[in-house]
């Protein structure tokens, strides 16, 4: 028996609660995990709050990440005692996840942790994190380079748009990072921001096309968020989008792609193919220094874990929020 979050549905009620469960409950898979360290992302929030239908199967051990230790492997690349990361996959959705201790996995889905990380600091990155530095990958490949003007990061505050301001800074950008909560402005600059722009200036309906500012964009917003930022991308210049936090609606134009040639990038992280994984890992090993992880990131036990999804989700976090299920 070990201890888990786990979201059960009776009829069309869910109830979520800190149990002891057997590993029966627990989905096929090649690899066993003894878990160390999962954490809590958008998408953990809705499912354990219900607030949007993610949870396909019931009952659910949410927890899209984690981070811990191989017990048993039938599969060829792991054996016991190897330290593994997961990101994604549908794990904590379709497949029971990392908010317990133990976990059974495709061995497929896993990654090897960064030698330069702890299991704590991999899920104080984690899936957020991960889709971070794949939208620096995707403006890299785009061709976005320092000298083509600021990039702007949306939602800087969160787990997605604080790991974006640290490795753009790394990575030699002039960053400016939206937030509506003006207490930040000090969190901001010491990952890296170097300006701070009032999320307001972007969350309403606006123009077709906008004065040209932008080199490039990490969006983890949406809505009328996205649609701005793009408006106000410089000639050339790319837009990442990976997230729907105000919204996921697109209520722009096409004006900024026809008559800038602005390029709008799709990023998932849930089935992205390992080549990429391990392109995003590496370069949060090479350009995330791990101190800054202290300042994005706070500890909790499984037990607090309910309770942290609301305010999550009702945007009372900043940063990312590393869950200890061994606490």
């Known amino acids: 028996m070990f201890n888990a979050i786990l979201i059960e549905k009776t009829d069309d009620l869910q109830s979520v ?49 984690l981070a811990g230790t191989v017990r048993e492997s039938a599969h060829g690349d792991w054996k016991a005692g190897d330290k593994v990361v997961l990101n994604g996959w549908g794990v904590g959705e379709g497949h029971t996840g990392g908010l317990a201790q133990v976990a059974r996995l495709k061995g497929e889905w896993l ?16 899936t957020a994190g991960y889709t971070a530095a794949l939208c620096v990958e995707a403006l890299v490949r785009a061709g976005v380079t320092p000298d083509q003007g600021e990039v702007l990061v949306t939602g800087a505050t969160g787990g997605v ?32 921001a170097d300006s701070i722009i009032d999320r307001a200036e972007l969350s309403e309906k606006g123009r077709p096309l906008s004065k040209e500012r932008w080199g490039g964009v990490v969006d983890s917003v949406g809505s009328h ?6 408006a106000a991308t410089r000639y050339g210049g ?39 994984r391990m392109a995003a890992w590496d370069r949060l090993a090479r350009d995330l220094d791990p101190a800054l992880l202290d300042v994005i990131a706070v500890e909790i036990g499984l037990g607090e874990a309910i309770a942290a999804a609301s305010d999550l989700l009702a945007g009372k976090v900043r940063g990312r929020i590393v869950v200890n299920v061994n606490r």
């Open 225 to 230: 968020t996205l649609a701005n930022a793009c």
């Open 161 to 192: 748009g604080s790991v974006a301001v640290a490795l753009l800074k790394k990575a030699g950008y002039t960053v400016a990072g939206s937030t509506g909560k003006a207490s930040e402005v000090d969190y901001l600059k010491q990952l890296g």
């Open 111 to 126: 990654v090897p942790l960064p030698s330069a990380f702890t299991e704590k600091q991999a899920m104080a990155i984690g």
């Open 238 to 276: 790319a837009v990442a989008a990976c997230g729907l936090a105000q919204g996921a609606d697109f209520p722009g134009t096409v004006m900024p792609f026809i008559l800038r040639g602005v390029r709008l990038l799709g990023v998932d992280s849930v089935m992205a193919p390992k080549a990429s």
């Open 17 to 65: 609660s800190l149990k002891q469960i057997d590993e029966t409950l627990l989905h096929d898979g090649d690899v066993t995990i003894d878990v160390a360290y999962s954490t809590l992302n958008y998408k953990d929030g809705l499912a354990i709050t219900g607030a949007s239908p993610v949870v396909r199967k019931f009952p659910m051990v949410p927890g899209i990440d």
